[in-house]
């Protein structure tokens, strides 16, 4: 796997290893805090042939980079189960009994972990087979585990609260769709949800609108993402939606456009900590 000249694994210990582990496909970014220059972002789809651990391991063996010791490492699981506890209902002792409450299923051979978001006073747990996560915490040092909300929904909050209308954000990711509604900057619902075809997105969409009793005319839908496949449900929304904005995130400042828009928006928020 190429990797640009000016990164040096001699001096692993000043870069921020992160890694995404989306349903198909594995993704990583190698940065540096303290030097914009020192930027990369690789991706790559899993095979048919192998499980998806399979799949996760054969990276991590045939790139031993992966096992440096990094300044930090950093996981990204991209799930569309997970539940948001506030913190004064948030009890540590009883993190699976709610999540499994909320999610409505149990399933063997899983940890749930815990993402504390301080900016909204509240924790999200999410699940992560014990096979996939033995095999992380052996392999990598000290990694820490995040999903791929974890950042988005306080970024949002802020944002929102330039707004004097409830806002709805909708992040395509195929094929995934995250749906966020806030009111006055705090943070209302918060879904991810498969994406199957355009009349999934529609109904998903409109359905969070009517549940959440947002105004078209008056209230605001943000839009973000992977949105080259999602321009007929676009326009589509404009005709039921009065006010609607297309959300770029894009801060790294050394990132080609073009490049910008292939990297996930939970990578880029992550460049900017």
């Known amino acids: 796997m190429f990797l640009p000249e000016n990164i040096d694994f001699a001096n ?6 992160t890694i995404r582990l989306a349903g198909d496909g594995f993704a990583f970014t190698v940065h540096c805090p303290t030097d914009k220059n020192i930027f ?16 996760i391991q054969k990276i ?37 009994q709610i999540y499994y ?38 392999n990598l040092l000290n990694p820490i585990f995040e999903i791929h909300v974890a950042d988005m929904i306080p970024f949002l909050s802020h944002y929102s609260k330039e707004e004097t209308s409830k806002c709805c954000f909708v992040h395509f990711h195929n094929p995934l769709i995250d749906i966020f509604t ?9 879904n991810t949800v498969r994406n199957e075809n355009i009349h999934d997105a529609m109904y998903l969409i409109a359905s969070s609108w009517e549940k959440m009793e947002f105004d078209q005319l008056k ?6 993402g992977e949105l080259s496949e999602h321009q007929t449900t676009i326009e589509t929304l404009r005709r039921l939606i009065k006010n609607i ?7 790294y400042p050394i990132i080609p456009a073009d490049d910008l828009e292939k990297i996930p928006a939970d990578i880029l928020l992550k460049l900017c900590e």
């Open 40 to 55: 990369c972002y690789r991706e790559t789809k899993f095979s048919n042939k192998l499980s998806y651990l399979e799949n």
């Open 245 to 251: 904005e297309i959300l770029n995130i894009n801060y």
């Open 101 to 138: 409450f909320n999610t409505l299923q149990k399933e063997e051979k899983l940890i749930i972990l815990d993402n504390a978001i301080k900016d909204i006073k509240s924790h999200i747990l999410f699940e992560m087979s014990e096979d996939l996560h033995d095999f992380l915490m052996r």
């Open 182 to 190: 806030y009111s006055d900057g705090k943070l209302l619902t918060a």
């Open 12 to 17: 692993s210990e000043k870069y921020v290893m």
């Open 219 to 224: 209230d605001k839908l943000f839009i973000t």
């Open 60 to 96: 991590i063996f045939d790139y031993n980079f992966f096992t440096q010791i990094f300044k930090k490492t950093v996981v990204i699981q991209v799930i569309d189960r997970y539940t948001i506890i506030p913190d004064e209902y948030y009890e540590k002792k009883r993190v699976e």
